[in-house]
C-alpha cells in the first residue's frame, strides 16, 4: 500500500521557518503540499512535478520553497522550506500525490497524515 509520511511541523514566532519532509513509498506525477486551518477547506500550497516544474499558491510565492530529494525506485523524498512564517501560515500541512500538476486538492488521490504548523505572532 502506498504511504506518505509527512514530518517537521512545529510551533515557531513569526518570521521563523520550517521545513516540512515527506517520505512517499512510491514515485509519483505530481506532489505536492497543501494545508487546512481549523474552519477552512483544504488548499493547495505548491506542486512539483516529475520535470521539477512548480505551483505556488500566491500567497506563499517568494517565502515557501518545494522541492525532491533522491528519488530511488522504493521511495520519493519531498520538501517544503517555509521562511518568513506568518500566523495566518497556521494549519495541517499534507503531502500528497497525484497524476496530474496543480493546487486543486480534488486531482490527487493519494494522502498522508498531515503535520501541525503553528505560528505566533
Known amino acids: 500500500r502506498v504511504q506518505l509520511v509527512e514530518s517537521g511541523g512545529g510551533s515557531v514566532q513569526a518570521g521563523g521557518s520550517l521545513r516540512l519532509s515527506c517520505v512517499a513509498s512510491a514515485n509519483f506525477y505530481a506532489m505536492g503540499w497543501f494545508r487546512q486551518a481549523p474552519g477552512q477547506e483544504r488548499e493547495g500550497v505548491a506542486i512539483?512535478?516529475?520535470?521539477?516544474?512548480?505551483?505556488?499558491?500566491d500567497f506563499v510565492k517568494g517565502r515557501f520553497t518545494i522541492s525532491k530529494g533522491d528519488v530511488t525506485r522504493e521511495n520519493t523524498l519531498l520538501y517544503l522550506q517555509m521562511n518568513n512564517l506568518k500566523p495566518e501560515d497556521t494549519g495541517m500541512y499534507y503531502c500528497?500525490?497525484?497524476?496530474?500538476?496543480?493546487?486543486?486538492?480534488?486531482?490527487?488521490?493519494?494522502w498522508g497524515q498531515g503535520t501541525q504548523v503553528t505560528v505566533s505572532s
Open positions: 500528497a500525490a497525484g497524476p496530474k500538476a496543480s493546487l486543486t486538492p480534488g486531482l490527487f488521490g493519494t
Open positions: 512539483i512535478d516529475d520535470f521539477g516544474r512548480t505551483i505556488y499558491a
